[in-house]
């Protein structure tokens, strides 16, 4: 009758053991999986308007398109430079900062003078 016991105690039956131990992290697996399917299946049925609150496919199928996009990355470069700067700024003062973003900058411009190349040859004077 040992094996009987399923959920508590101890048991030699594997699967118990390993909802045993992760326990916490399976309830809020099937938790948040449960909200979506709720929401997408509320979505589609026309209980929630879609018009203020898309279904989960429609905000995943658009963060999709949206981060093929140069300018996502080029807005979340920006973002990520601030929050470095303000790090740097709080921990080491501005000046660290500052130092820290002309640095960046002139890498950056290093980079490109190396690894880029001209596609717009120039022309020679009198030519066309």
């Known amino acids: 009758m040992r094996n009987a016991v399923l959920f508590h105690g101890t048991t030699a039956n594997p699967v118990a053991r390993f909802y045993r131990d992760y326990e916490r992290a399976i ?7 449960g909200f979506f399917v709720l929401w997408e299946a509320a979505a589609r049925v026309g209980a929630v308007s879609t018009y203020f609150l898309g279904s989960p ?6 963060a999709v398109s949206e981060v093929q996009l140069p300018r996502f990355w080029r807005d979340a470069g920006f973002a990520v430079g601030a929050l470095l700067a303000g790090l740097i700024a709080d921990r080491l003062g501005m000046p660290a900062a500052i130092w820290t973003v002309a640095a960046l ?13 001209e596609t717009h040859p120039r022309q020679q004077r009198g030519a066309p």
């Open 27 to 33: 309830l809020g697996t099937l938790s948040i999986g």
């Open 57 to 62: 496919s429609g905000v995943i199928g658009a």
């Open 105 to 117: 900058t002139g890498a950056s411009g290093f980079v490109v003078l190396i690894r880029m190349y």
